[in-house]
Each structure stands twice: as C-alpha cells, then as structure tokens.
C-alpha cells in the first residue's frame, strides 16, 4: 500500500472488521493467510498501530514495495487482541500479524496457529544482529520460535539533568552498589537523590512492577526472571522478595524521593520526572523507558532540545560490564509458511535493512546492533539505541508475561498496599502468589 491515507487506513480497518464479523458467524473463509492468496501479488499485515505509527510503518515499506513489487496494505487496530483472535476463529488470519505483547502470540503458537519461524527465517543468522534474548519471549511450548521483533521499546534507563549533574560532579554508576553509593551521596549533600511517581488512575502500580521486575533480572539474571514470570517458581521466591528490597533501599528512605514514600503514589507518572528541571533541581534521577521523551511528559523547553537538557544512563547491573535490559517490542509472526511472498515481507520487516524511514520520523527504535544509528533523528534517541545494542541479555516486561489477573491485577494492587503502607512485603508477596490461576 505505501504510504497511506488516515482515510484510507481507517476505511481498510473497517473492512477487515466487516470481513471478520461475517467470517465467523459463517463459519468459514479458507484456512492459511486470509490477507491474500499464495502468489497473487499481495500481502495483508495486521497490527496494533494506528495513526503517524502507521504511516510512518507504510513509509519504511515504500521501498521495498518498489523493489519487490509486493503490494504490501497494513490494516491497523485498537482493538487488536480480540479481532486477532476473531480472525483466527474465523479462518480469516492475515498473511502476518504484528503483536504488541508476547503472550497472545505465543497463546496462538501453543494452538498451533502460527508457522514456526524456523520453517521461514534464517533465524541463526537473525540472532547474530539481534539484541541478546529477545527472541526467547516468543517460543512456543515445543521450544520453537513464533515471533521476531519488528521494533523495540527500552525501560532500564535512568534520565538526569545533564549541566548540572556533571557540575556537581556526579559520575555515571556502573554496578547497582554504585547506584546506591550515589543515592547516598546526593542525600548527603542536603538533596534529593529520586523523583518517581506511579499514579495511574485505574493503572496505578505498573511503575512499582517495572522497578521489581528491573531488579529480578539483575539479581536472579535471565533464568531466574523467566522461572518468575512462568511460575516455575513461586511468586514469593526469594529473588523476588530482595528485588523488593533494593527497591526498598533505594526509595523508601526520608529524603531519597520528591515527597517521600507516600507521595510516590499520587504523584503522576508522566509529569513526576519534572522536578529535575528546576532551579536549582529538586530531584537528580528518574528511571522511566524512552517513550518519556515524547510530547506532553517533560517540560515543552526540555523536550525541544533534549541532547543539551537531558543525559541519561542504564539501569546498572550488579556487576560492571552487566547491562541487563528491560522493555517490550512489537513481534511479527506469520500464518502461513508456504506463502513465498508473505516470507519475503516478514524477511524484509524483521531484518537491519528496516525501519531507516520510521526512525528519521521519531517514534522507533531497532532491535538490531547492526541498524545503521545515523538514521535516528536526535542523538538522544541515538543514545538509547546504543544502550540497547549494548545489552548483555533483553527480557520482555515481566507482567506482560503473566497472566492477566497476576501482571496487570494482583501484582499492581499489591505493590500499591506495600508503598502505601497498608500491608507489609511478605503479606504482599504471597497474596500474589495465592491469586496466580491454577
């Protein structure tokens, strides 16, 4: 399709909703890829991204559009989960889908919906220019592989406000004791080391998850963290209760956070990173993921120049040289092994070639070390791309992997008990483990 219309894009959309109604009630449509026939020249994507995502999608397609002369047409939604599952149901899969989480592909994959990507990619290859682990979020239940990112969101980084964090002299930790060593410091000095802040509305508590899971994949590294969040082993494992606890150390102390402890939970997320940017600042860190960059989250003047205003650094490891990453990304997987051209796209959107026009439009980062990083349109986001590229392991967001009721119900309430006060962190830790589904 290139280059779409919003017209355009909400007029395909429909269509595919009306497509998919009457597909299931009938009961019928095919089976394979329902965007297009094997060889007709065509080739349906279905994914989660509307709007100046989806045009600049259509933008970084234009190319390779030319080049093969595949008509490729991204049908967006906003309400993704259930129509995927409908079109599934209904016979009518696209040719590839793109998942903005890795648990309702994998779901399919266990269904057997989905083709392996052994079956369609050079995957030894792929791994070579990937960030290390990404891939391993979107194995089925036979071990096999369903999914390879097309985009990738970081989460372990911490932002500082650069002049005068370097005129007063602070370095860049390395290790999580150095981390703390300069909490300590900044206190020291009569300031205040943290801003955080997690009110969410009815999403209050995520911002907590994100900080445990930060620190379980540090402490317990990659095997433990995937035991967690598979329950094979008990939410109240050990690891997890000392990820709470360097937690704890870090911003439960007087004077570590704008506010203190209480504050944490009323004070907006978006907004809480603010206070860094006064004069002098009242706070020196907050650890939030890249998409804090974009409008409406720092102040209008820090966001304009953001390379003169900003510095930032990861979330360190327990060991210098460590660089664990958290985040999440947007996953393509295809229906149908035996559509040459709907391989050919998916090689194209899953390989370092892609993503060179999304990138100059802001918005994006590439999973791959390889990307070419003069393609980014500030040297902040180029910033963050080397502090991806330069993980030692990625893991998906840990709730994003749970069950429903656990990752976005239960540990979301339970660490919102636990910061306000209202029930200590052993009472916590097993109310979430009691309420993981049988």
Same mark, same amino acid.
């Given at each position: 399709m290139g280059r779409g219309s919003g017209v355009k894009i909400a007029a395909a959309a429909l269509a595919a909703l009306l497509t998919t109604a009457c597909l299931a009630e009938e009961g019928g449509g095919g089976g394979g890829g329902g965007g297009g026939s094997e060889g007709d020249g065509r080739v349906e994507i279905f994914g989660a991204f509307p709007g100046e995502e989806a045009e600049a999608f259509n933008a970084s397609l234009a190319p390779f559009e030319?080049?093969?002369?595949?008509?490729?047409?991204?049908?967006?939604?906003?309400?993704?989960?259930?129509?995927?599952?409908?079109?599934?149901?209904?016979? @009518?899969?696209?040719?590839?889908?793109?998942?903005?989480?890795?648990?309702? *592909?994998?779901?399919?994959?266990?269904?057997?919906?989905?083709?392996?990507?052994?079956?369609?990619?050079?995957?030894?290859?792929?791994?070579?220019?990937?960030?290390?682990?990404? *891939?391993?979020?979107?194995?089925g239940e036979d071990g096999k592989t369903y999914g390879a990112p097309i985009r990738l969101a970081v989460k372990s980084l911490v932002w500082y406000p650069a002049p005068e964090f370097e005129q007063a002299g602070y370095e860049v930790p390395e290790t999580t004791d150095e981390l703390q060593a300069l909490t300590d410091r900044?206190? #020291?000095?009569?300031?205040?080391?943290?801003?955080?802040?997690?009110?969410? #509305?009815? @999403?209050?508590?995520?911002?907590?998850?994100?900080?445990?899971?930060?620190?379980?994949?540090?402490? #317990? #590294?990659?095997?433990?963290?995937d035991q967690w969040t598979k329950h094979e082993i008990p939410f109240n494992d050990p690891v997890v209760k000392e990820a709470a606890q360097a937690f704890e150390k870090l911003a439960f102390p007087d004077g570590n956070v704008v506010g203190?402890?209480?504050?944490?939970l009323s004070t907006p997320f978006g907004t809480s990173a603010n206070p860094m940017f006064e004069n002098p600042p009242q706070c020196w860190m907050h650890r939030q993921g890249n998409f804090i960059t974009s409008p409406g989250f720092f102040p209008d003047a820090v966001t304009a120049d953001l390379a003169s205003n900003v510095g930032i650094f990861p979330l360190p490891g327990t060991e210098a040289g460590e660089q664990p990453v958290l985040g999440g990304g947007d996953l393509a997987s295809i229906f149908n092994a035996d559509d040459e051209e709907a391989k050919k796209v998916l090689e194209y959107i899953t390989s370092d070639r892609f993503g060179a026009e999304w990138a100059k439009a802001g918005g994006w980062l590439s999973p791959h070390t390889t990307f070419d990083s003069s393609n980014y349109a500030d040297e902040t986001t180029r910033q963050i791309a080397e502090t991806a590229a330069s993980a030692t392991v990625f893991r998906f967001d840990g709730s994003d992997l749970m069950p429903g009721a656990v990752g976005a119900g239960s540990f979301w309430r339970g660490m919102v008990s636990w910061i306000g006060g209202q029930k200590d962190l052993d009472a916590v830790l097993q109310e979430i483990e009691d309420s993981w589904p049988s």
């Amino acid at each position: 399709m290139g280059r779409g219309s919003g017209v355009k894009i909400a007029a395909a959309a429909l269509a595919a909703l009306l497509t998919t109604a009457c597909l299931a009630e009938e009961g019928g449509g095919g089976g394979g890829g329902g965007g297009g026939s094997e060889g007709d020249g065509r080739v349906e994507i279905f994914g989660a991204f509307p709007g100046e995502e989806a045009e600049a999608f259509n933008a970084s397609l234009a190319p390779f559009e030319q080049e093969s002369g595949i008509d490729i047409e991204y049908v967006p939604s906003t309400n993704f989960t259930e129509l995927i599952r409908s079109r599934v149901a209904g016979n @009518n899969a696209p040719d590839i889908a793109i998942f903005p989480q890795p648990g309702l *592909l994998t779901d399919l994959a266990n269904q057997g919906r989905l083709a392996p990507l052994e079956d369609v990619l050079d995957l030894g290859g792929l791994e070579k220019s990937l960030i290390p682990g990404v *891939l391993d979020a979107t194995k089925g239940e036979d071990g096999k592989t369903y999914g390879a990112p097309i985009r990738l969101a970081v989460k372990s980084l911490v932002w500082y406000p650069a002049p005068e964090f370097e005129q007063a002299g602070y370095e860049v930790p390395e290790t999580t004791d150095e981390l703390q060593a300069l909490t300590d410091r900044i206190k #020291g000095a009569g300031q205040t080391p943290w801003c955080i802040g997690m009110e969410a #509305g009815q @999403n209050t508590g995520w911002v907590a998850t994100d900080w445990i899971e930060e620190y379980v994949l540090r402490i #317990g #590294g990659p095997e433990k963290y995937d035991q967690w969040t598979k329950h094979e082993i008990p939410f109240n494992d050990p690891v997890v209760k000392e990820a709470a606890q360097a937690f704890e150390k870090l911003a439960f102390p007087d004077g570590n956070v704008v506010g203190g402890r209480s504050a944490m939970l009323s004070t907006p997320f978006g907004t809480s990173a603010n206070p860094m940017f006064e004069n002098p600042p009242q706070c020196w860190m907050h650890r939030q993921g890249n998409f804090i960059t974009s409008p409406g989250f720092f102040p209008d003047a820090v966001t304009a120049d953001l390379a003169s205003n900003v510095g930032i650094f990861p979330l360190p490891g327990t060991e210098a040289g460590e660089q664990p990453v958290l985040g999440g990304g947007d996953l393509a997987s295809i229906f149908n092994a035996d559509d040459e051209e709907a391989k050919k796209v998916l090689e194209y959107i899953t390989s370092d070639r892609f993503g060179a026009e999304w990138a100059k439009a802001g918005g994006w980062l590439s999973p791959h070390t390889t990307f070419d990083s003069s393609n980014y349109a500030d040297e902040t986001t180029r910033q963050i791309a080397e502090t991806a590229a330069s993980a030692t392991v990625f893991r998906f967001d840990g709730s994003d992997l749970m069950p429903g009721a656990v990752g976005a119900g239960s540990f979301w309430r339970g660490m919102v008990s636990w910061i306000g006060g209202q029930k200590d962190l052993d009472a916590v830790l097993q109310e979430i483990e009691d309420s993981w589904p049988s």
